[in-house]
């Protein structure tokens, strides 16, 4: 998806990382090649990023615990290969990539969802995907100093915001994301292959959390119990073939969470008793 984007602040770095706890910034499992405790995703945006589409999103958006599967990404749509013609001239004239960067090891860290699809080969080395649902606005980190990150910038301001960073997250960018420190050092990557007509420049934003709307903390629950009918998987009873029938069949309770108001074929046991029955 192409974005409209905003202003990178440049402004003074300041000397002091505010102070700021890290309690509960635990590391995930990793050894896969990807990231333990980040994940990253990239857009190609305009000079001037537009805050609204960058904060708030209105689709299910694609991140990567690999920073060469968001390259890998990038370069998809700027060779056109999406079919996204807008994005491809907006990713070659302005050779401007908004990278966010999230934690996979906080509360909030529970909306997005691994969703792998390659298991083996060199795909599977790069992909590492975690998909987090539309209607999330991403709050910016704005703590400790923290704050946007841009390739045009000296290497003293990226040293001291990358600093303030691992005192905060209990990070460090160089570990968790060499190629990425590279590319903001002005470096290249064999994954970006598209013919960018200036420069490329790298604009890095760290995301404090992710905030879902209302009504979506209320269609997944949101740590309360659903009745049936209330839940995501809650289907209507039936098709309805009229609007009659589609008032009465709205009015009708579903009878489970499984679709069509019937009964599914299975259901696990409710308790160890049952099971032994069933085996029995």
Partial sequence: EALSASVISG?????????????????AAGGDGGSSKLMFRGIWVPSVIDEDLATYSWSFNSFSRSIEGVLSVLDFYALAEGGDIATTRLAQEEAHALI???????????WAFPVQLFSTGAASLVEKEVLVPPFVKYVREDRGGIRDVSSNEGRSARVHAFSCL????????????????????????????APLQRQLRITLRFVA??????????????GVHQRPEETLLGFPPELATDEGAATAAAARPAKSAFGAGSDPLMLPPSNMDALRAEVD
Avoid: H, N
Wanted: glycine share 14%; with cysteine; charged share 20%.
């Fill in 11 to 27: 402004g003074q770095t300041g000397s002091v990382c505010a102070a700021v706890g890290k309690a509960g910034f635990g590391a």
């Fill in 100 to 110: 966010l960067v999230a934690r996979l090891s906080t509360d909030d860290a529970r």
């Fill in 166 to 193: 691992a005192q905060a997250w209990g990070v460090r960018m160089q570990e968790e994301a060499p190629g990425l420190v590279e590319l903001l050092e002005g470096g290249s990557s064999p994954l970006l292959t």
């Fill in 209 to 222: 959390r992710l905030e879902p709307a209302a009504s979506l903390r209320s269609l997944f629950g949101d």
